[in-house]
C-alpha cells in the first residue's frame, strides 16, 4: 500500500486522514496535514464470530478466467466429435446463435456455459489465477500517481 499523499510506501496500516473534506490513506508523516480518523465500528451480526476472529480468504482466493483462444478449442472440438452447431446446442440446451457468437468470438463464455461447454467437449477452457498474484504484478508495472505528485504541499 502507497500512502495517497507522498506516494511512499506505507510500513504496517495506513491512517485514515481527512485532508479538505476528502478522506485519504496516508503515511505517518503525511498524516499531519490533516486530521486523523478513528476506524468506523464494525456492526456485530449475530451469530457470526467477532471482526478479529473472522479470516478472509478474498483476497487469496483463486478464480478463473475463459483462455485467450477459446473460440478455436470450441469450433475445433465441435468438428472433431462431427457435431454441427444445431447438434451441440441442442447437448447443452443453447441456442444456435448463442454457439455461432461463442466460434466467432463475439462473446466470451460466462463461467457456468464454459464449464458446460468443457464437460460436453472434453476440453479446457478455465485457467485458474491468483487475484493477490496480478494485484502484484499491476502494482509492480504501474505506480498510480498521488497528490504528492501533482500538487506541492504547503508546510508550516
Given at each position: 500500500m502507497r500512502c495517497e499523499i507522498c506516494g511512499k510506501k506505507?510500513?504496517?496500516?495506513?491512517?485514515?486522514?481527512?485532508?479538505?473534506?476528502?478522506?485519504?490513506?496516508?503515511c505517518n508523516d503525511c498524516s499531519k496535514f490533516g486530521k486523523v480518523q478513528r476506524e468506523p465500528p464494525q456492526p456485530q451480526r449475530p451469530g457470526r464470530a467477532p471482526a478479529g476472529r473472522r479470516r478472509s480468504y478474498r483476497?487469496?482466493?483463486?478464480?478463473?478466467?475463459?483462455?485467450?483462444?477459446?473460440?478455436?478449442?470450441?469450433?475445433?472440438?465441435?468438428?472433431?466429435?462431427?457435431?454441427?452447431?444445431?447438434?451441440?446446442?441442442?447437448?447443452?440446451?443453447?441456442?444456435?446463435?448463442?454457439?455461432?457468437?461463442?466460434?466467432?468470438?463475439?462473446?466470451?463464455?460466462?463461467?457456468?456455459?464454459?464449464?458446460?461447454?468443457?464437460?460436453?467437449?472434453?476440453?479446457t477452457l478455465l485457467e485458474k489465477t491468483d487475484q493477490a498474484q496480478m494485484d502484484d504484478l499491476n502494482a509492480a508495472h504501474m505506480r498510480k500517481a498521488t497528490i504528492g505528485d501533482i500538487a506541492r504541499i504547503k508546510k508550516g
Open positions: 506505507v510500513i504496517g496500516k495506513p491512517i485514515r486522514t481527512k485532508i479538505d473534506n476528502s478522506i485519504m490513506l496516508t483476497s487469496q482466493e483463486p478464480t478463473q478466467e475463459v483462455v485467450e483462444d477459446f473460440h478455436k478449442l470450441i469450433r475445433e472440438a465441435r468438428e472433431k466429435k462431427g457435431w454441427s452447431r444445431e447438434e451441440l446446442g441442442e447437448k447443452i440446451y443453447e441456442k444456435v446463435s448463442v454457439i455461432n457468437r461463442l466460434e466467432s468470438g463475439k462473446m466470451v463464455p460466462d463461467l457456468k456455459l464454459a464449464r458446460k461447454m468443457e464437460k460436453i467437449l472434453k476440453i
